[in-house]
Structures are given as C-alpha cells and as structure tokens.
C-alpha cells in the first residue's frame, strides 16, 4: 500500500524509525523491482538495494555500504548523484578481506567499524542475510558469534549529531532477509532496538505507477490515443493483480521478444502466467456454442433447466461480461442434486464442447481429502517434508492443462481445512505450491458437484431421504437449496464461501419416468451395439425386454447410474456367463428370452 506521495508503507515505516531504532530486519518481497521517483514526474524501477540506499541518502546518512557473500563489502552510490559531496576523509573505508570468503567472520569485523564510526553517518546494509546462517537454531560458533556480536552493538550504539545535518544519526545496520524467522530469534524478538519492516508485493498503485514504463516499448504504444493508452494500462493492472514487478517487466519484454502490440497485452500476461500461445477460449467456435444446447442435451438427458444454465454462465465467460478481474478463474458453477443425474457428465460435455478433448477435464474425488492435512496432497507438502519436491496433485494437473474443467467432485465431504484453498482459487486463481510455484487458475472453469439437501439426519441420527423423484422439481430445488445455505453457514460456519458461489448454484431434477426409459432405451442399445460389433448378434424377446425394463426403472433413486447397474445385474453379468457357458462362436445369433416364472434371463441360440 502506498501513501498519498507515492511511497510505499515500507518506506514510510523506515523513514520513521530511522532516528529511533539501530537496526531494521526488512523482510518479504526484498527480491523484487521497486517503483522509484527519480524526478518530479518521472517513475522508474529499480532493485531493492538501490532503492534502499535511496532512501537512506535522501534521509542524510553520507555513506551506504552493502555487503554480501558474494562481493564483499562494497559502497553504493544514489541514483541521483548528491550536490553536497561529503569529504572523502569522513568516509568509512570499505574493509578489504584479504583473500578471505566474505562470510560471517567478515562481517563480523565490520559491524564494529561500522557503528563506532563518527565522522560521517553510515549505513551498512547486508544483503542475503538469510543465507549467513544454515540454521537460524542451530548456529555454528561463527555465526553465533557474528549474531551476538549484532545484538551487543544494537544496543552499544549511540546517536550523534553530525556536522551539517539536522539531528541526530545513529549508524544503522539493514538485514534483507526473506523470512523474519532466517535470523535468530533472540537477535530480533523483543530487541528494543530492533525494528522489523515488512516488505509486501506491490498493489496497483504500484503497479499502474509503472505500466506505461512497461508499456511504452511494444508496438503500437507510440501511435495509441490517449483512450487506447488507458485501456492499455488497465487491461495490464488487472492482468497482473498478484504478480511482482519483475514479472510485470518480464511480461513486458515477452511482448516485444514476441511482437504483441500494446491493444493485446493480455495475450502476453496470459502466455506469461500460463506458458501457452494459443487460447482456446477465443479459438472457440461459437456457431457450435449457439447450436450446443441439442449436444448437450443428448447427453444429459432430463435437466433442462441445469442445462440452459451451465451453458448461460459458459457464454458470459466465452464474451467476457461477467465481470472477471485479474487471475480469476473463467467460470464457476456449483452442481448440486440426487446422484446419477448427469452431473459429472454435464462437465465432461462442457470440457469437450469447449476444448474439443475431454482430457482437458480434472477430476478429484473429496471423499479422498476428508483428513485434517490433506490439503497438502492438492498443492503439495511444504519444505521439509515427505513429497515435498513433487508438488501437489491438483497444482501439478492445473500447470499441465491450464486450459481445463477443474471437477471437485462431492466437496461436502472435503475437510473443512480444504475449503480455504477453494476461497484461494475463487478470490485470487492463484494456489502457490508446496514448492513455492505459483499456477494460476484463470483459463479454467472450476466446477463443484454435491449431493446436500438430498439426505438428511434425523433426531434420532439416522439418515433418510429428504426429497425423492416423487417430489416435483419447485420443492426439491427449494429445498436442497436451503439444506446447501444451512451447511455453509450453520454446519461449517463459512459463509463466505457461499459469497463466493453467488447464484451459480444448479440444482439438477430426479430422473422422471419418462426420461428413465430413454435413458433405459440409449443403454440398452449400446450394450448390444457393442456386442454386435464383437460378432454377436443379440436380440431381447418381448417378455424379456418388458421384465428388464421393469427391474431397471422401478427404483430411480439412483438416477442413470441405478439403471446402469440393474442393466448390468440383470443382462450383462447373465449373458456374459452364459456365451462363455455355451462356448458361444463370433458370427453366431441368439435370443434372449425370459422364463416367465420370476427366473433369470436366458440365452438361446437362434
């Protein structure tokens, strides 16, 4: 966040306590660009160590060092060179190691030269601080002493007055570290003279302060209007909501690398996040869009009103009119009702109608992550653990095939914990993984599917129906509506995650009598598709056609899947016996025939 001058909170907050602490731990995003006004009007980025020794110079201190283990101890200069040079003899000589590795023993011997130095303000920043130690609790005697040696001079140091400024100065020691935990703890916890400054990712703010820097070497940027310069700049705030300035600078040289002009600045931050050239999103047909409500309804028998409204959300992400900003995912839907009633298969149809492939659908079964930690099998385990450098199951899936139908299939059976990462990826599309890589959600459609409202527990515990297919469709939605309202925000206490789904929620109807039997009539016919084409010519005689139509539509509870299942109990299992019984021959015919007295179905040859 960034004040009304444009400097961030970490500034401000450094300014501050520079004439009151002797030491600052700046912590966070420390490896990323900053946005610095160089003159009145004129923002440019530049690296955090440069920043901050800006920052310290404009406050008074006459001299920055900057040591790490790579160079050394070295003196840096501002951006904007000084008008009042400081004689060279105020100056603290940079100390020289003598052939020796710039380690902790290095530093050590500087942190006193530094702090006793009274002859001009110093500033010494240490850079990659997190990297002096191997652990920060269990630190070799070097490191020890070097750390104890810092807490001792934190409090030795005093202010002093120094010829020419106002005030008073201490000199200052900075450790840029990545985490606040890298250091020793007794070194930075209630140190009185100690200041711990976190660093936080820029906000739009920043990140529009510096777009048109960004922008301004792309094609087409020179000759836009003012109009098409400010929708430029937008589509690129948004785009990159989340995103440091390094990746925004990178963005901006993909886009010249690979000649994007500034009007499609978006394709460059999706090819940036995702890593794929082509969008299927715009290469979609939509002459089969507008025609796709019969292709879905072939597959989906029976739910009329899921369908119209799952293809209703699917065209406002196609057009872009729902409002989406930054990472976001593409779209949402909720999928609720009895089991067996095409709700999995709606979102196969989807990922095919969309994608031309279902292998763009990913799956997971909830009933799998209903343990306390199982979150971290979705986006893997973190540093230090079992797994760690595999990465999690659903981050890996989403960085393979950004372009996809994510299925969390069941959710309410989720642990509670799981649903966090679900606000992550509703809020922000972004999960980073145990491994610390971000993937981003914002080409995928997320689709939830849940069976609440249609059980219940009684007083008693038990479990019964809650509605049934005899129930017309207006109370059935009405109530497995309400049973979805009550968990979210009385069983789980999250209601928030029910803001998040809003009114994609699609409540799919039972399978009535009349849909059954079509349903019943596609089946049958493709199982015995599938055996002709094996070489067995199969046909059901009347009595035999009536008495399984009648086992597999008597209960329809279950939906499509029940019928599956008496079609298998009652005609598959039967006839596959029976043709390895009779040690049946490709080419050869028979009938199927019913007994009449109750008895099994029986295979005849013809």
């Avoid at 500087?110 to 303000?121: D, F, S, Y």
């Avoid at 973190?382 to 959710?411: C, H, Q």
């Avoid at 509605?467 to 009405?478: F, I, K, R, W």
């Avoid at 999250?494 to 009114?503: A, M």
Wanted: glycine letters at 8%.
């Amino acid at each position: 966040m960034a004040s009304e001058n444009g400097d961030p909170r970490w500034i401000q907050d450094l300014r501050r306590f520079l004439p009151l602490k002797t030491q600052f731990l700046l912590t966070g995003n420390v490896r990323d660009l900053q946005a610095a006004e160089i003159a009145p009007g004129t923002i440019t980025p530049l690296r955090f160590d440069q920043t901050l020794a800006d920052v310290l110079f404009a406050h008074g201190y006459r001299q920055v060092l900057l040591f790490d283990q790579l160079r050394g101890c070295r003196a840096l200069s501002a951006t904007v060179p000084r008008a009042d040079n400081v004689a060279a003899d105020a100056l603290l000589e940079p100390p020289g190691l003598d052939g020796a590795a710039p380690g902790p023993e290095a530093l050590a011997a500087m942190l006193g030269q530094v702090i006793r130095h009274e002859r001009a303000p110093v500033a010494l920043i240490v850079d990659f601080a997190s990297r002096l130690t191997m652990r920060a609790d269990a630190l070799l005697p070097a490191e020890h002493q070097l750390f104890t040696q810092a807490l001792i001079l934190s409090h030795e140091a005093r202010a002093r007055p120094f010829q020419g400024r106002a005030g008073s100065f201490f000199n200052t020691i900075l450790w840029v570290v990545e985490r606040e935990g890298d250091l020793p703890a007794w070194l930075v916890v209630d140190n009185p003279r100690m200041r711990v400054i976190p660093v936080a990712k820029p906000d739009h703010v920043a990140r529009r302060a510096l777009a048109s820097a960004f922008l301004k070497p792309l094609r087409g940027f020179a000759d836009a209007s003012d109009d098409q310069k400010t929708a430029a700049v937008d589509a690129f705030v948004d785009g990159t909501e989340g995103l440091l300035l390094l990746d925004l600078n990178a963005i901006s040289v993909l886009a010249k690398v690979e000649d994007v002009k500034v009007a499609d600045i978006g394709d460059a931050i999706r090819r940036y996040k995702v890593g794929v050239t082509e969008d299927p999103w715009q290469r979609l047909d939509r002459s089969k869009l507008r025609s796709s409500t019969e292709i879905v309804r072939r597959r989906v028998k029976g739910q009329d009103r899921a369908v119209t409204h799952m293809l209703d959300l699917i065209k406002r992400a196609v057009t872009g009119v729902d409002g989406r900003r930054g990472n976001r995912p593409r779209g949402m839907a909720f999928l609720a009702g009895p089991t067996g009633v095409g709700k999995t298969e709606l979102a196969k149809t989807i990922t095919s109608l969309l994608f031309g492939d279902e292998g763009a659908y990913i799956r997971f079964d909830m009933s799998e992550f209903s343990a306390e930690h199982s979150d971290q099998r979705l986006i893997g385990a973190p540093p230090g653990y079992v797994g760690y450098d595999m990465g999690g199951e659903l981050t890996n899936a989403v960085r393979e095939k950004p372009f996809s139908v994510v299925l969390f299939d069941e959710i309410e059976k989720a642990h509670p914990r799981i649903l966090d990462k679900f606000l992550q990826i509703l809020d922000d599309g972004v999960l980073t993984s145990g491994r610390g890589d971000r993937v981003y959600f914002s080409e995928a459609l997320i689709v939830f599917t849940s069976n609440l409202g249609i059980y219940r527990t009684d007083d008693a515990g038990r479990r019964t129906a809650h509605v049934g297919p005899e129930d017309p469709y207006e109370q059935l939605h009405d109530k497995v509506l309400g049973e979805i309202r009550d968990h979210f925000k009385l069983v789980l206490n999250r209601p928030e995650i029910l803001n998040r789904i809003g009114e994609n929620i699609i409540v799919f109807d039972f399978i009535r009598p009349a849909v059954a039997r079509q349903i019943f009539e596609q089946m049958l016919a493709s199982i015995l598709a599938d055996l002709a084409g094996k070489g067995f010519a199969i046909k059901l005689h009347g009595t035999a056609r009536a008495h399984l139509e009648a086992r597999c539509l008597t209960d329809l509870s279950n939906g499509g899947r029940g019928i599956r299942n008496q079609l298998e109990a009652v005609l598959v299992n039967p006839l596959a016996r029976q043709l390895f019984d009779k040690n049946a021959q490709p080419g050869e015919a028979f009938e199927v025939v019913h007994p009449g007295d109750g008895g099994a179905l029986e295979l005849i040859r013809a």
